[in-house]
C-alpha cells in the first residue's frame, strides 16, 4: 500500500510542478512583452485548462503527502525530513495558488481590452513574482519527495543487500 501511495503521490507532484513549471518557462518569463489583448486571451486559456484539473491535483499530492509523513512519524529518517519539507513547499506552493495566484486570475477574467485597470501591468508583475516562487517551490518538492524515496531508511520499504561484495 505505502509504494502505491508513493506512486501516486510522486505522480501528482510532477504534474503539478509540470504545469507551473510549463507555464513559468513558456510564457510568464516573456508575457511583459505581450500586446495586452494577447495576454488576456492566452490568459483566460490557460486558467480555463487548468483551473479544474489543479485544484484537484493539488490537494492530492499533498493529502499523499501527509498520509506518508504519518506513516514514517516513529522513524525519523532522512526520509521522514524530505517529505516533511516537501510537504510545506507543497503546501506553500497551494497557498499562493489559492490566496494571491486565483485573486488575480479572477481579476484578468474579467478584462477585456477596453477594462483593463490603468495598473494591470503592475497585476501581472506581481502574478508572475508568486508565479516563480510557487514554480521553485513545487520543484523543490519534487526534488526532496524523490531524495525521501531514494534515502528510505531500510526496513521500510527497500530492502537492501547487506551482503558483502562478491558473495552474491
Known amino acids: 500500500m505505502k509504494k502505491t501511495i508513493q506512486i501516486i503521490t510522486g505522480l501528482l507532484l510532477v504534474l503539478v510542478a509540470g504545469v507551473f513549471w510549463g507555464t513559468w518557462f513558456s510564457l510568464s518569463r516573456t508575457m511583459d512583452r505581450l500586446p495586452p489583448e494577447i495576454f488576456i486571451i492566452i490568459g483566460k486559456e490557460i486558467m480555463q485548462n487548468v483551473a479544474v484539473v489543479?485544484?484537484?491535483?493539488?490537494?492530492?499530492?499533498?493529502?499523499?503527502?501527509?498520509?506518508?509523513?504519518?506513516?514514517?512519524?516513529?522513524?525519523?529518517?532522512?526520509?521522514?525530513?524530505?517529505?516533511?519539507?516537501?510537504?510545506?513547499?507543497?503546501?506553500?506552493?497551494?497557498?499562493?495558488?489559492?490566496?494571491?495566484?486565483?485573486?488575480?486570475?479572477?481579476?484578468?477574467?474579467?478584462?477585456?481590452?477596453?477594462?483593463?485597470?490603468s495598473?494591470?501591468?503592475?497585476?501581472?508583475?506581481?502574478?508572475?513574482?508568486?508565479?516563480?516562487?510557487?514554480?521553485?517551490?513545487?520543484?523543490?518538492?519534487?526534488?526532496?519527495?524523490?531524495?525521501?524515496?531514494?534515502?528510505q531508511s531500510p526496513g521500510y520499504g527497500i530492502a537492501r543487500n547487506t551482503d558483502p561484495p562478491g558473495s552474491g
Not at 91 to 113: F, R, Y
Open 54 to 117: 489543479m485544484s484537484i491535483i493539488m490537494p492530492a499530492s499533498i493529502v499523499g503527502l501527509i498520509t506518508l509523513m504519518v506513516g514514517s512519524w516513529k522513524v525519523r529518517s532522512v526520509y521522514f525530513y524530505c517529505i516533511i519539507v516537501s510537504l510545506i513547499l507543497s503546501a506553500i506552493a497551494l497557498l499562493i495558488t489559492v490566496g494571491i495566484e486565483v485573486p488575480i486570475d479572477n481579476q484578468i477574467k474579467t478584462w477585456s481590452k477596453q477594462t483593463m485597470p
Open 119 to 151: 495598473n494591470w501591468q503592475n497585476i501581472r508583475g506581481r502574478w508572475q513574482w508568486y508565479h516563480t516562487i510557487r514554480t521553485f517551490s513545487s520543484l523543490s518538492a519534487v526534488i526532496l519527495f524523490l531524495v525521501a524515496i531514494i534515502k
